[in-house]
Protein backbone atom coordinates (compact mmCIF):
# COMPACT_ATOMS: atom_id res chain seq x y z
CA UNK A 1 0.00 0.00 0.00
CA UNK A 2 1.81 3.24 -0.66
CA UNK A 3 1.56 6.14 1.58
CA UNK A 4 2.50 9.43 1.98
CA UNK A 5 4.83 10.66 4.44
CA UNK A 6 2.82 10.85 7.23
CA UNK A 7 1.01 7.52 6.41
CA UNK A 8 -1.95 8.33 4.64
CA UNK A 9 -2.85 6.23 2.08
CA UNK A 10 -1.96 7.88 -1.21
CA UNK A 11 -4.75 5.84 -3.22
CA UNK A 12 -8.45 6.28 -2.72
CA UNK A 13 -8.95 2.54 -3.63
CA UNK A 14 -6.34 2.08 -0.46
CA UNK A 15 -8.23 4.20 2.03
CA UNK A 16 -9.14 3.71 5.39
CA UNK A 17 -12.14 6.15 6.48
CA UNK A 18 -10.97 6.15 9.96
CA UNK A 19 -7.57 6.79 9.65
CA UNK A 20 -8.44 9.46 7.37
CA UNK A 21 -10.77 11.26 9.59
CA UNK A 22 -8.36 10.75 12.39
CA UNK A 23 -4.95 12.53 9.99
CA UNK A 24 -7.34 15.52 9.58
CA UNK A 25 -8.53 15.68 13.40
CA UNK A 26 -4.87 15.32 14.30
CA UNK A 27 -3.41 17.99 11.93
CA UNK A 28 -6.29 20.41 12.87
CA UNK A 29 -4.77 19.85 16.31
CA UNK A 30 -1.09 20.57 15.60
CA UNK A 31 -2.48 23.96 13.91
CA UNK A 32 -4.23 24.82 16.49
CA UNK A 33 -1.73 24.12 19.52
CA UNK A 34 0.75 26.04 17.58
CA UNK A 35 -1.71 28.89 17.55
CA UNK A 36 -2.51 28.94 21.39
CA UNK A 37 1.59 28.94 21.94
CA UNK A 38 1.92 33.26 21.58
CA UNK A 39 -1.05 33.02 24.41
CA UNK A 40 0.72 30.37 26.77
CA UNK A 41 3.86 32.67 26.46
CA UNK A 42 2.26 35.69 27.78
CA UNK A 43 2.41 34.16 31.55
CA UNK A 44 1.05 36.59 34.05
CA UNK A 45 1.53 39.69 31.68
CA UNK A 46 -1.77 38.88 30.16
CA UNK A 47 -3.46 36.20 32.41
CA UNK A 48 -6.32 35.92 31.04
CA UNK A 49 -4.91 35.17 27.23
CA UNK A 50 -2.22 32.97 29.00
CA UNK A 51 -5.05 30.50 30.92
CA UNK A 52 -7.12 30.88 27.96
CA UNK A 53 -3.85 29.06 25.47
CA UNK A 54 -3.39 26.68 28.37
CA UNK A 55 -7.27 24.92 28.24
CA UNK A 56 -7.12 25.25 24.54
CA UNK A 57 -3.68 24.34 23.64
CA UNK A 58 -4.24 21.15 26.05
CA UNK A 59 -7.05 20.31 24.57
CA UNK A 60 -4.81 19.10 21.72
CA UNK A 61 -1.77 17.28 23.13
CA UNK A 62 -3.14 13.85 21.52
CA UNK A 63 -2.11 15.32 17.74
CA UNK A 64 1.34 14.04 17.76
CA UNK A 65 0.83 10.64 19.15
CA UNK A 66 -2.30 10.05 16.26
CA UNK A 67 0.29 10.77 14.11
CA UNK A 68 2.54 7.82 15.29
CA UNK A 69 0.13 6.08 15.93
CA UNK A 70 -1.52 6.18 12.54
CA UNK A 71 1.97 5.25 10.83
CA UNK A 72 2.04 2.42 12.97
CA UNK A 73 -1.50 1.32 11.59
CA UNK A 74 -0.20 1.76 8.16
CA UNK A 75 2.90 0.71 8.15
CA UNK A 76 3.10 -2.21 10.86
CA UNK A 77 4.25 -4.97 10.47
CA UNK A 78 6.69 -4.36 7.14
CA UNK A 79 6.01 -6.77 3.87
CA UNK A 80 8.02 -9.63 4.50
CA UNK A 81 9.65 -9.03 0.56
CA UNK A 82 10.88 -5.33 1.38
CA UNK A 83 14.53 -5.58 2.72
CA UNK A 84 16.20 -3.25 4.87
CA UNK A 85 17.62 -0.95 2.64
CA UNK A 86 14.37 -0.78 0.27
CA UNK A 87 12.68 0.46 3.35
CA UNK A 88 14.57 2.82 3.92
CA UNK A 89 15.18 4.16 0.53
CA UNK A 90 11.05 4.24 0.15
CA UNK A 91 10.29 6.21 3.94
CA UNK A 92 13.58 7.95 4.67
CA UNK A 93 14.33 8.75 1.34
CA UNK A 94 11.02 10.87 0.63
CA UNK A 95 11.21 12.72 4.54
CA UNK A 96 14.77 13.74 3.56
CA UNK A 97 13.73 16.50 0.26
CA UNK A 98 11.43 18.25 2.30
CA UNK A 99 13.34 18.52 5.43
CA UNK A 100 15.73 20.06 3.64
CA UNK A 101 13.60 22.43 1.60
CA UNK A 102 11.62 23.66 4.45
CA UNK A 103 14.43 23.60 7.04
CA UNK A 104 15.84 26.55 4.56
CA UNK A 105 12.45 27.90 3.17
CA UNK A 106 11.13 28.78 6.44
CA UNK A 107 13.53 30.84 8.38
CA UNK A 108 14.00 32.71 4.75
CA UNK A 109 10.07 33.40 4.75
CA UNK A 110 10.20 34.04 8.39
CA UNK A 111 13.36 36.78 8.07
CA UNK A 112 11.36 38.42 5.26
CA UNK A 113 8.18 38.77 7.32
CA UNK A 114 10.26 40.44 10.27
CA UNK A 115 11.82 42.39 8.52
CA UNK A 116 8.99 43.68 6.69
CA UNK A 117 5.34 43.51 7.64
CA UNK A 118 6.04 41.52 10.67
CA UNK A 119 8.83 43.84 11.69
CA UNK A 120 5.95 45.43 14.67
CA UNK A 121 5.15 41.63 15.58
CA UNK A 122 4.19 41.66 19.37
CA UNK A 123 3.77 38.05 19.65
CA UNK A 124 5.63 37.36 22.98
CA UNK A 125 6.67 33.78 21.76
CA UNK A 126 9.02 35.18 18.83
CA UNK A 127 12.60 36.78 19.76
CA UNK A 128 12.50 39.75 17.48
CA UNK A 129 16.72 40.35 17.80
CA UNK A 130 17.53 37.01 15.87
CA UNK A 131 16.31 38.10 12.57
CA UNK A 132 19.15 39.75 11.23
CA UNK A 133 21.34 39.02 8.29
CA UNK A 134 23.67 36.75 10.88
CA UNK A 135 20.77 34.86 12.42
CA UNK A 136 19.53 34.01 8.98
CA UNK A 137 22.48 32.47 8.08
CA UNK A 138 22.74 30.55 11.61
CA UNK A 139 19.76 29.08 10.78
CA UNK A 140 20.47 28.30 7.01
CA UNK A 141 23.08 25.56 8.35
CA UNK A 142 21.98 24.86 11.67
CA UNK A 143 19.40 22.67 10.69
CA UNK A 144 21.88 19.91 10.00
CA UNK A 145 21.89 19.39 13.89
CA UNK A 146 18.51 20.48 15.07
CA UNK A 147 15.58 22.55 14.15
CA UNK A 148 15.32 26.14 15.25
CA UNK A 149 12.62 28.33 16.50
CA UNK A 150 10.80 29.01 12.75
CA UNK A 151 10.87 25.34 11.99
CA UNK A 152 9.84 23.88 15.40
CA UNK A 153 7.51 21.36 13.97
CA UNK A 154 10.14 19.60 11.85
CA UNK A 155 11.07 17.98 15.13
CA UNK A 156 8.60 16.07 14.42
CA UNK A 157 10.58 14.59 11.18
CA UNK A 158 13.36 14.35 12.98
CA UNK A 159 11.51 11.84 15.43
CA UNK A 160 9.82 10.00 12.11
CA UNK A 161 13.03 9.04 10.88
CA UNK A 162 14.11 7.50 14.04
CA UNK A 163 10.80 5.68 14.04
CA UNK A 164 11.62 4.62 10.24
CA UNK A 165 15.23 3.23 11.21
CA UNK A 166 13.80 1.18 14.07
CA UNK A 167 10.48 -0.05 12.24
CA UNK A 168 12.47 -2.87 10.63
CA UNK A 169 13.37 -4.90 13.61
CA UNK A 170 10.09 -3.94 15.04
CA UNK A 171 7.82 -5.11 12.08
CA UNK A 172 10.43 -8.52 11.94
CA UNK A 173 9.35 -9.26 16.18
CA UNK A 174 5.79 -8.12 15.02
CA UNK A 175 5.22 -11.02 12.79
CA UNK A 176 6.39 -13.84 15.17
CA UNK A 177 5.03 -12.02 18.50
CA UNK A 178 2.03 -13.22 20.22
CA UNK A 179 -0.77 -11.58 21.78
CA UNK A 180 0.34 -12.05 25.03
CA UNK A 181 3.99 -11.07 24.10
CA UNK A 182 2.98 -7.36 22.62
CA UNK A 183 0.52 -6.87 25.84
CA UNK A 184 3.64 -7.71 28.04
CA UNK A 185 5.72 -4.87 26.00
CA UNK A 186 3.08 -2.69 26.11
CA UNK A 187 2.54 -2.83 30.22
CA UNK A 188 6.25 -2.50 30.19
CA UNK A 189 5.58 0.74 28.00
CA UNK A 190 2.89 2.00 29.77
CA UNK A 191 5.27 2.36 32.93
CA UNK A 192 7.57 4.61 31.40
CA UNK A 193 4.82 6.82 30.57
CA UNK A 194 5.25 7.56 34.55
CA UNK A 195 8.74 8.08 34.43
CA UNK A 196 8.70 12.03 33.47
CA UNK A 197 6.58 12.68 36.99
CA UNK A 198 9.44 10.90 38.71
CA UNK A 199 11.94 12.85 37.07
CA UNK A 200 9.86 15.99 38.15
CA UNK A 201 9.35 15.45 41.76
CA UNK A 202 12.59 13.45 42.96
CA UNK A 203 13.99 16.02 43.99
CA UNK A 204 10.78 17.37 46.60
CA UNK A 205 11.68 13.98 48.32
CA UNK A 206 15.63 14.74 48.59
CA UNK A 207 16.79 13.03 45.61
CA UNK A 208 20.54 15.55 44.91
CA UNK A 209 21.14 13.61 41.53
CA UNK A 210 24.83 12.79 40.52
CA UNK A 211 27.08 15.21 40.42
CA UNK A 212 24.80 17.69 39.37
CA UNK A 213 23.11 15.70 36.93
CA UNK A 214 19.10 14.92 37.71
CA UNK A 215 18.49 12.41 35.49
CA UNK A 216 17.36 8.73 37.02
CA UNK A 217 17.79 4.97 36.60
CA UNK A 218 21.20 5.26 35.23
CA UNK A 219 20.59 8.50 33.50
CA UNK A 220 23.85 10.83 33.97
CA UNK A 221 26.47 13.33 32.32
CA UNK A 222 28.02 10.37 30.45
CA UNK A 223 25.25 8.42 29.57
CA UNK A 224 21.64 9.61 28.50
CA UNK A 225 20.25 5.89 27.56
CA UNK A 226 19.23 5.27 30.89
CA UNK A 227 16.87 1.47 32.51
CA UNK A 228 13.57 2.48 29.95
CA UNK A 229 15.26 4.18 27.17
CA UNK A 230 15.09 1.51 25.01
CA UNK A 231 11.20 1.15 25.95
CA UNK A 232 10.13 4.26 26.14
CA UNK A 233 8.83 7.24 23.94
CA UNK A 234 6.94 6.93 20.60
CA UNK A 235 7.63 3.22 19.95
CA UNK A 236 5.04 2.46 22.57
CA UNK A 237 2.36 4.47 20.11
CA UNK A 238 3.87 2.34 17.28
CA UNK A 239 3.05 -0.94 18.72
CA UNK A 240 -0.06 0.16 20.43
CA UNK A 241 -1.72 1.04 17.67
CA UNK A 242 -0.75 -1.84 15.35
CA UNK A 243 -2.52 -3.76 18.39
CA UNK A 244 -5.55 -2.11 18.26
CA UNK A 245 -5.96 -2.86 15.11
CA UNK A 246 -4.78 -6.24 15.08
CA UNK A 247 -6.87 -6.94 18.56
CA UNK A 248 -9.65 -4.23 18.26
CA UNK A 249 -11.63 -3.63 21.43
CA UNK A 250 -14.68 -5.73 21.60
CA UNK A 251 -16.20 -3.87 24.30
CA UNK A 252 -20.01 -2.77 23.98
CA UNK A 253 -20.76 1.06 22.88
CA UNK A 254 -21.65 1.58 27.07
CA UNK A 255 -18.53 0.30 28.71
CA UNK A 256 -16.64 1.65 26.06
CA UNK A 257 -18.49 5.54 26.34
CA UNK A 258 -18.04 4.62 30.11
CA UNK A 259 -14.22 4.33 29.79
CA UNK A 260 -13.22 6.57 27.50
CA UNK A 261 -15.17 9.76 28.18
CA UNK A 262 -13.65 10.19 31.91
CA UNK A 263 -10.45 8.65 30.74
CA UNK A 264 -9.96 11.67 28.19
CA UNK A 265 -11.58 14.18 30.65
CA UNK A 266 -9.07 12.63 33.82
CA UNK A 267 -6.44 13.04 31.11
CA UNK A 268 -7.07 16.61 30.09
CA UNK A 269 -7.65 17.97 33.37
CA UNK A 270 -4.25 16.78 34.67
CA UNK A 271 -2.67 18.25 31.44
CA UNK A 272 -4.53 21.60 31.62
CA UNK A 273 -4.69 22.17 35.39
CA UNK A 274 -1.18 20.92 35.80
CA UNK A 275 0.23 23.31 33.59
CA UNK A 276 -0.90 26.06 35.28
CA UNK A 277 0.05 24.64 38.39
CA UNK A 278 3.73 23.67 37.30
CA UNK A 279 4.05 27.44 36.10
CA UNK A 280 2.74 28.63 39.24
CA UNK A 281 5.40 26.68 41.00
CA UNK A 282 8.29 27.08 38.87
CA UNK A 283 7.66 30.26 37.05
CA UNK A 284 10.22 30.45 34.05
CA UNK A 285 11.32 27.61 34.06
CA UNK A 286 9.92 26.21 30.41
CA UNK A 287 11.76 22.45 30.64
CA UNK A 288 9.21 21.89 33.74
CA UNK A 289 6.45 23.57 32.39
CA UNK A 290 7.06 20.94 29.23
CA UNK A 291 6.86 17.84 31.23
CA UNK A 292 3.06 18.17 31.71
CA UNK A 293 2.73 18.50 27.72
CA UNK A 294 5.28 15.76 26.71
CA UNK A 295 3.37 13.38 24.43
CA UNK A 296 4.46 10.76 26.20
CA UNK A 297 3.20 11.08 29.50
CA UNK A 298 0.03 9.45 31.21
CA UNK A 299 -2.25 12.34 30.98
CA UNK A 300 -1.56 12.82 27.54
CA UNK A 301 -2.04 9.31 26.97
CA UNK A 302 -4.84 8.89 28.59
CA UNK A 303 -6.86 12.02 26.13
CA UNK A 304 -4.74 10.41 22.76
CA UNK A 305 -6.00 6.77 23.49
CA UNK A 306 -10.13 7.62 23.51
CA UNK A 307 -9.48 9.28 20.43
CA UNK A 308 -7.83 6.52 18.85
CA UNK A 309 -10.55 3.78 19.84
CA UNK A 310 -13.54 5.87 19.32
CA UNK A 311 -12.96 7.01 15.93
CA UNK A 312 -11.96 3.21 14.94
CA UNK A 313 -15.42 2.11 16.88
CA UNK A 314 -17.22 4.89 14.94
CA UNK A 315 -15.60 3.45 11.65
CA UNK A 316 -16.53 6.71 9.51
CA UNK A 317 -16.10 6.39 5.49
CA UNK A 318 -14.30 9.51 4.56
CA UNK A 319 -15.85 10.66 1.56
CA UNK A 320 -13.93 12.86 -1.43
CA UNK A 321 -13.03 16.44 1.47
CA UNK A 322 -12.18 14.09 4.16
CA UNK A 323 -10.04 11.74 1.98
CA UNK A 324 -8.33 14.65 0.03
CA UNK A 325 -7.77 16.93 3.29
CA UNK A 326 -6.40 14.05 4.67
CA UNK A 327 -3.79 13.71 1.64
CA UNK A 328 -2.33 17.24 2.13
CA UNK A 329 -2.01 16.85 5.81
CA UNK A 330 1.89 16.30 5.50
CA UNK A 331 2.13 20.13 3.84
CA UNK A 332 0.03 21.51 6.40
CA UNK A 333 2.38 20.20 8.99
CA UNK A 334 5.57 21.39 6.86
CA UNK A 335 4.30 24.90 6.26
CA UNK A 336 1.25 26.10 8.79
CA UNK A 337 3.74 27.25 11.50
CA UNK A 338 4.82 30.45 9.38
CA UNK A 339 1.46 31.07 8.92
CA UNK A 340 0.69 31.07 12.49
CA UNK A 341 2.82 33.78 13.37
CA UNK A 342 1.76 35.69 10.43
CA UNK A 343 -2.08 35.53 11.55
CA UNK A 344 -0.86 36.12 15.72
CA UNK A 345 -0.26 39.60 14.33
CA UNK A 346 -3.00 39.79 11.91
CA UNK A 347 -5.76 39.04 14.75
CA UNK A 348 -3.72 40.91 17.46
CA UNK A 349 -6.80 42.94 18.39
CA UNK A 350 -7.55 44.09 21.89
CA UNK A 351 -11.25 44.14 20.95
CA UNK A 352 -11.65 40.50 19.91
CA UNK A 353 -11.46 38.09 22.96
CA UNK A 354 -8.15 35.34 22.95
CA UNK A 355 -10.60 32.48 22.46
CA UNK A 356 -11.94 34.04 18.81
CA UNK A 357 -8.44 35.18 18.16
CA UNK A 358 -7.05 31.31 18.74
CA UNK A 359 -10.06 30.09 16.63
CA UNK A 360 -9.72 32.41 13.94
CA UNK A 361 -5.93 31.93 14.05
CA UNK A 362 -6.64 28.39 13.37
CA UNK A 363 -9.03 28.04 10.63
CA UNK A 364 -6.96 30.55 8.54
CA UNK A 365 -3.72 29.16 9.36
CA UNK A 366 -4.75 26.18 8.27
CA UNK A 367 -6.25 27.31 4.79
CA UNK A 368 -3.38 29.14 3.88
CA UNK A 369 -1.55 25.78 4.41
CA UNK A 370 -3.54 24.10 2.56
CA UNK A 371 -3.48 26.39 -0.52
CA UNK A 372 -0.02 26.48 -0.43
CA UNK A 373 0.46 22.56 -0.29
CA UNK A 374 -2.04 22.07 -3.18
CA UNK A 375 -0.47 24.36 -5.11
CA UNK A 376 2.64 22.50 -4.81
CA UNK A 377 0.74 19.29 -5.76
CA UNK A 378 -0.07 20.45 -9.27
CA UNK A 379 3.48 20.58 -9.90
CA UNK A 380 4.99 17.62 -10.15
CA UNK A 381 8.61 19.17 -8.83
CA UNK A 382 7.09 20.60 -5.90
CA UNK A 383 5.13 17.89 -5.29
CA UNK A 384 7.64 15.64 -3.31
CA UNK A 385 8.18 18.70 -1.02
CA UNK A 386 4.98 17.87 0.49
CA UNK A 387 4.13 14.39 -0.32
Known amino acids: MKTNNLGTPASASTRIGWVDWLRVLACVMVVFAHCCDGFVAQFD ?8 GVFFGSLFRPSVPLFVMMTGVLLLP ?3 TDSLS ?19 ALPVMAY ?5 AGAGSVNPSVDMSVYTPEGLTYRLWSWVLNFNFDTTPLWYVYMLVGLYLIMPVIGAWLRSATRKDIRTFLYVW ?8 IKLYAPQAGYLGNYGNMDILGGCDWNAFGLVYYVSGFIGYLVLAYYLRTYPLTWSRAKMTAILVPMFLIGYCITSFG ?7 YPGNYAYLEIIWLFCGINVFMMTFPVFVGMQRLNPSSGKIIGYLASVTFGVYLCHFFFVMVNYDLFNQSWIPSVIRILLMGVCTFAMAAVVTILFRSNKITNRLVN
Do not use: C, M, N
Open 45 to 52: TDRSAFLT
Open 78 to 80: LRP
Open 86 to 104: TFYHKRIGRVVTPLIFWSL
Open 112 to 116: LYFSG
Open 190 to 197: FATLFIPY
Open 275 to 281: FVALQEY
